[in-house]
């Protein structure tokens, strides 16, 4: 029987996080930093293998930190349970003015090796450059043409239903932009919902971003995003789906 790889929690989780999510909104994001820290648990046919070695639940951070320029810069990381189970990092760099992603990052460390890729959007060239570093230390680079919209990845997207919760009371069709190619999305807001969160029952909105119709083989995962209904708009949860596994994080502490 071949041995699973090594570094298939994290590969798993970076399939996850790797679409890129476009709203219609140009509203910025809120203005003073934020911190949510998360319980989180890999579900799935795929979990129960990574499983046999390696971790598939754990601690996450989501961070949102205002920067020069109007910018915000959104950083997600999750870690094992343990000091030596490595981590996962995607981080995203948003001009507020334009609700575009400047910069989109995802990366993994285990066991002494890591790999990343980063891609940095240039709006006025319509060009996407992108770097990605391997385990061996292998550096590719490579710059491919974006269409003339604007692209958004996943933090962003998160960021915008949150910012948008209040007024969106119908379906949107976007699109994610995922490895240079564009996918058609629709995010929806399902309804009220309710959530245990330290022991109490509190009410919350469910929001989503799945395929478009007919499209569900090109893309099949999504995004749900369960928000407090205050003016904060917390993400008490946070589910990230794919064909045979969905991460969920679970909301342990909001700063």
């Known amino acids: 029987m071949t041995r699973p790889s090594r570094l298939v929690p994290f590969i798993l989780v970076a399939a996850l996080l790797a679409p890129a999510a476009h709203l219609l909104s140009?509203?910025?994001?809120?203005?003073?930093?934020?911190?949510?820290?998360?319980?989180?648990?890999?579900?799935?046919?795929?979990?129960?293998?990574?499983?046999l070695r390696f971790?598939?639940?754990?601690?996450?951070?989501?961070?949102?930190?205002p920067a020069a320029g109007?910018?915000?810069?959104?950083?997600?990381?999750?870690?094992?349970?343990?000091?030596?189970?490595?981590?996962?990092?995607?981080?995203?760099e948003i001009d507020r003015d334009r609700a575009t992603t400047l910069m989109t990052y995802h990366g993994y460390e285990w066991e002494g090796r890591r790999?990343?890729?980063?891609?940095?959007?240039?709006?006025?060239?319509?060009?996407?450059?992108?770097?990605?570093?391997?385990?061996?230390?292998?550096?590719?680079?490579?710059?491919?043409?974006?269409?003339?919209?604007?692209?958004?990845?996943?933090?962003?997207?998160?960021?915008?239903?949150?910012?948008?919760?209040g007024t969106f009371d119908r379906s949107v069709t976007s699109e994610i932009y995922s490895d240079g190619s564009i996918y058609p999305v629709v995010f929806r807001r399902i309804g009220a919902r309710?959530?245990?969160?330290?022991?109490?029952?509190?009410?919350?909105t469910l929001f989503e971003i799945t395929a478009a119709p007919g499209d569900q083989e090109r893309w099949p995962g999504g995004v749900r995003v369960w928000l407090s209904p205050d003016e904060r708009r917390v993400p008490y949860r946070i589910e990230i789906q794919r064909s045979l596994a969905s991460l969920r994080l679970e909301l342990e502490s909001a700063h």
């Open 70 to 92: 109007n910018r915000l810069e959104s950083e997600l990381v999750i870690r094992g349970k343990t000091r030596g189970d490595g981590q996962y990092v995607y981080r995203s």
């Open 194 to 204: 309710t959530i245990t969160f330290q022991g109490a029952e509190l009410p919350a």
């Open 115 to 165: 790999r990343s890729e980063q891609t940095r959007f240039d709006y006025a060239d319509r060009t996407a450059s992108t770097r990605k570093e391997r385990e061996e230390g292998k550096v590719e680079t490579k710059v491919r043409d974006i269409p003339a919209r604007e692209m958004r990845d996943v933090l962003t997207g998160i960021h915008f239903l949150r910012r948008n919760a």
């Open 55 to 65: 971790p598939v639940s754990g601690t996450g951070a989501l961070k949102n930190s």
């Open 26 to 51: 140009a509203e910025g994001p809120a203005v003073r930093p934020e911190e949510f820290r998360y319980s989180w648990r890999l579900r799935g046919i795929l979990s129960w293998f990574a499983g």
